[in-house]
C-alpha cells in the first residue's frame, strides 16, 4: 500500500493505512466514517490522528490534532489528506488484503 508523506514545521510525517490492522486499529481509535457527513470537522480530525498511529504509533490524538492545525496553517489542503485515507481505509472493505481477489460464484437455489 501507499503511505503519504506530509511536512509539518520542518518533519516529515508519514500517513496511512498500510495494512488490514492499521485500518483495523483506526477503527479502534474512533474512526467512524459514517459520522463524516454529520460531523465533518471531527472525522477529519480522527482520520489524520489515525492516519499517522501506523508509522507514528506514540503519537496522541491531541499532539496529532495541533499538527493538524499547523499543517493547515502553513497552507497545507486537508481535502487531499482525507481523499487519500478515505480510499485506503475504504480497500479494506472490498477485499482483506487491499489487492484483488477471485470472484465469487453466485448459485440460484
Excluded: C, W
Excluded at 8 to 35: C, M, W
Amino acid at each position: 500500500m501507499e503511505t503519504m508523506v506530509i511536512e509539518i514545521e520542518e518533519k516529515e510525517y508519514k500517513l496511512g493505512y498500510p495494512t488490514r490492522k492499521d485500518a483495523i486499529n483506526a477503527e479502534n481509535h474512533g474512526l467512524r466514517l459514517l459520522q463524516l457527513e454529520n460531523s465533518p470537522l471531527a472525522v477529519s480530525e480522527q482520520l489524520f490522528y489515525t492516519g499517522l498511529l501506523a508509522n507514528h504509533p506514540s503519537i496522541t490524538s491531541d499532539e496529532a490534532s495541533r499538527l493538524l492545525g499547523k499543517y493547515i496553517e502553513e497552507g497545507g489542503e486537508i481535502g487531499e489528506i482525507n481523499e487519500f485515507l478515505i480510499k485506503q481505509y475504504s480497500a479494506f472493505q472490498q477485499s482483506p488484503d487491499g489487492k484483488k481477489k477471485k470472484k465469487v460464484k453466485i448459485i440460484k437455489m
